[in-house]
Each structure stands twice: as structure tokens, then as C-alpha cells.
């Protein structure tokens, strides 16, 4: 469960964030949960995210390039089945429904196994979106591993194959590596677009129990890239920003 331990029977959750302009709902979901199983229906994210591409997303600013299947997180109308055969092994499935029709829009499959120290996570998502635009009609591997050192000290790696894929300023396969501790993420990532790789760095200082101090930074490898199979390139993002983080 990626939000912690929910007790056995019907439960809700609704996380939304509160900006200046707006606010906007993440997931708002009715879920019903037993010892073997775990049921949703509402706004989900999608399990190819969850499983896999959440290992390189820990970014308050910047974002994860390594791992976006054409059907990625906050979606509306979806359903999640999550069979835990094991203390150590689950296996998933997720649709996204059609808003206006009875087909769907996407399926995943997938399986993670963990223990206290490695976790490993591989999910295939189908694809049913009927578009002429090579980059909305991919399907996606996605695979996941993460190794816990010791309680300050994890490696992460994932990795990505798309098929369906036919720009000539593309690849069909992407990943990341990197680590963290408690306070410091590094993840050096790949996309699908040709030329582009990033350097991606946070580092939070806390000053109490309830607010932080932090850093963090993206510095892109190539200066210009082909975003979604241009034929002519676009300049990648580079920022660093400070930023004071509160909870209540």
C-alpha cells in the first residue's frame, strides 16, 4: 500500500494539493481491503507509476523522465486489484474506463516482490488509444529495483522499453540510477526523447520537527534534446531553487 497500513474493510482516501491558484485533486478513491487483497475505485494513479516509476520521483520541482508510459498517474474512472499471494509477493492489474464509451483506455499487469532489504517490481501497460502521433500510442515495460544498504542508504534503478514507437528522434528504452538517504536524493535518468538526460539532486535540512530548509537542482547533460519526436530540438530545463517545506 503506497500510503501506509489501512485496516481490513471499506476505506476512503482523498489527497489534494492546495496551491496559490488552485486546487487540485491527486486521488480520491473507495477502496475495500482484506489480508489477501486490495480493491479501488476513483482517481488512481496508475500501477506502472506506482510500482516502478514512483522509484525515480521523488522531485518536489523536478520530474521523472525515465519511466512516463502515455498513461501515467492521476487518472479519473479507474479501477485496482492488488492480490498479495504472500508476505513478500503481490501481483496487480488496473484499467483506466473510458469516460464516454464502454472500452478502456489502458491495462496494466504486474508483479512486486520485496523483503526488508530488495524490492523488485516489473509492470506491462497496454495501450488502447487509436492516435496517428507515435508517442500516444506506446505501450510499456516497466521494471523497478531498489536495494536498502542500511537504514540510510538505498539504491534505486528502473527502466523502460517502448513498443509502438516509430519517430526516428526517439528510443525505445529509457532508465535511471541513483540513490538516497534520508535527506539527499541523486538520480542521474534518460527519457525516450533522443539527446535528453538529466542530473536530478535534493538535499533537505530539517530545522524542526514540522519545517525544513532545502535544495534542489536539475542540470540537463545535452542543452537541447527532440521533445516527442521533433525533427528540430528543444532546450531542456535547468533550475536550482531553495524552498522552505512545513508540515501540520
Not at 516509476?53 to 523536478?62: A, E, L, M, T
Not at 498513461?71 to 503481490?90: C, E, G, H, V
Not at 484499467?95 to 464516454?100: C, F, K, R, W
Not at 536524493?185 to 526523447?193: A, D, E, I, R, V
Request: glycine share 8%; proline share 2%.
Amino acid at each position: 500500500n503506497v500510503y501506509g497500513d489501512v485496516k481490513n474493510g471499506v476505506y476512503f482516501l482523498n489527497e489534494t494539493d492546495i496551491s496559490s491558484s488552485n486546487l487540485s485533486i491527486k486521488h480520491l478513491y473507495l477502496g475495500y481491503k482484506q489480508d489477501v487483497m486490495d480493491l479501488r475505485l476513483g482517481m488512481l494513479d496508475s500501477l506502472v507509476y506506482s510500482w516502478v516509476g514512483s522509484y525515480s520521483d521523488p522531485w518536489n520541482f523536478g520530474g521523472n523522465i525515465a519511466v512516463i508510459p502515455q498513461y501515467n498517474r492521476y487518472l479519473t474512472n479507474s479501477a485496482k486489484f492488488i492480490a498479495k499471494l504472500s508476505d513478500q509477493f503481490q501481483l496487480g492489474v488496473d484499467a483506466g474506463l473510458a469516460e464516454n464509451t464502454r472500452d478502456y483506455t489502458y491495462i496494466d499487469l504486474g508483479g512486486k516482490w520485496s523483503n526488508n532489504k530488495l524490492t523488485v517490481a516489473m509492470v506491462y501497460q497496454e495501450n488502447n488509444n487509436d492516435s496517428s502521433t507515435a508517442f500516444e500510442n506506446r505501450n510499456t515495460w516497466g521494471s523497478a529495483i531498489a536495494y536498502n544498504i542500511n537504514t540510510n542508504l538505498t539504491l534505486k534503478a528502473n527502466y523502460a522499453h517502448y513498443t509502438d514507437t516509430y519517430s526516428s528522434n526517439s528510443h525505445e528504452d529509457s532508465f535511471s540510477i541513483g540513490g538516497n538517504t534520508k535527506y539527499t536524493y541523486l538520480t542521474y535518468q534518460t527519457s525516450q526523447n533522443k539527446d535528453q538526460a538529466r542530473v536530478n539532486f535534493m538535499h533537505s535540512i530539517p530545522l524542526t520537527k514540522s519545517s525544513s530548509i532545502g535544495l534542489e537542482a536539475q542540470i540537463p547533460v545535452n542543452a537541447k534534446y527532440y521533445k516527442n519526436g521533433a525533427t528540430t530540438q528543444t532546450y531542456d530545463t535547468s533550475f536550482g531553487t531553495i524552498y522552505l517545506g512545513l508540515k501540520f
